[in-house]
């Protein structure tokens, strides 16, 4: 039987099921609901709001949970990793087809080696087991430098479920339908080309809520083995986060750095580069 560490080193991926109890996801989509309430990116005509474990103490739970850091032990095959910092959420967001590197510029070094492990976890609000609306992945593809190798599956994930993926694995959220990209198409004519308009965003979130009923919700972060790839990924992600999000902050709490390191568990400052 496949451990979780030979599963996303062979495959780039691993889902790992009820991780998170009814409760805890209830605690999250809670906090993720009232948080977009009056905050929040505006990207694509969805909401985004990147460096969540920075900005936002009341998901601090989340990262240093025992079942979480468990989970990436398992992955690492080791005691001792990092928090690379990287957080975001998401409302009725979709993505196509991409990686998680930056298209390269997350990385100094070359990096489609065995020794990059920068790992995300993706937790998903909605239950996707039978609708083929959650994360999309091409196994195998964390090896590959390009967006097109690899068989694509849809990983039909409930509440509670988490994947862990290699950052460099090709994926792709739930695809835009016509009308969104109309949506889109009629925004960029007008000018918005990055989709950051509200009323384009309102008038989304409506159609989402009449096709789907409840809106779309997830949250990512990042844990890596301790070496040069991580300290990469997390020093340039920290710029990207910030740049986003409009808020010249990088410190993780003490409260919950402290907690991590008596964890095992690696934090990072990022001073010198903001």
């Not at 409302?91 to 070359?110: C, L, R």
């Not at 976890?121 to 083929?132: E, W």
């Not at 809106?215 to 910030?242: E, H, V, W």
Request: with cysteine.
């Amino acid at each position: 039987m496949s451990t979780i560490k030979d599963s996303i080193e062979r495959d780039g991926f691993v889902v790992i099921k009820g991780l998170f109890t009814p409760e805890e996801m209830n605690q999250m989509n809670q906090s993720i609901d009232n948080f977009f309430k009056s905050k929040g990116v505006t990207y694509r005509y969805g909401l985004t709001q990147p460096n969540i474990a920075v900005e936002e103490p009341e998901f601090s739970w989340v990262f240093d949970h025992p079942k979480v850091l468990e989970a990436y032990r398992s992955a690492f095959g080791q005691e001792e990793f990092v928090f690379t910092s990287h957080a975001d959420i998401h409302h009725n967001m979709g993505f196509g087809w991409h990686k998680d590197d930056g298209k390269g510029s997350y990385f100094t070094e070359p990096y489609f080696t065995p020794e990059c492990r920068v790992y995300k976890m993706g937790v998903y609000m909605n239950d996707h087991s039978t609708d083929g609306n959650g994360m999309s992945v091409r196994v195998g593809s964390h090896l590959k430098n390009n967006l097109t190798e690899g068989e694509a599956i849809s990983l039909a994930t409930k509440p509670g479920d988490v994947v862990i993926f290699d950052v460099r694995i090709t994926h792709a959220g739930k695809e835009y339908d016509v009308v969104e990209r109309g949506l889109l198409k009629l925004g960029r004519i007008f000018g918005d080309h990055t989709g950051k308009s509200n009323i384009g965003r309102k008038v989304r979130d409506i159609y989402c809520g009449f096709k789907t009923g409840k809106p779309k919700r997830s949250l990512f972060f990042t844990f890596g083995a301790s070496n040069i790839y991580t300290y990469d990924f997390s020093k340039t992600n920290m710029k990207r986060q910030i740049e986003q999000s409009g808020k010249n902050v990088c410190v993780l709490s003490e409260k919950l750095s402290t907690s991590l390191n008596s964890k095992g568990v690696m934090t990072l400052t990022f001073d010198d580069q903001v």
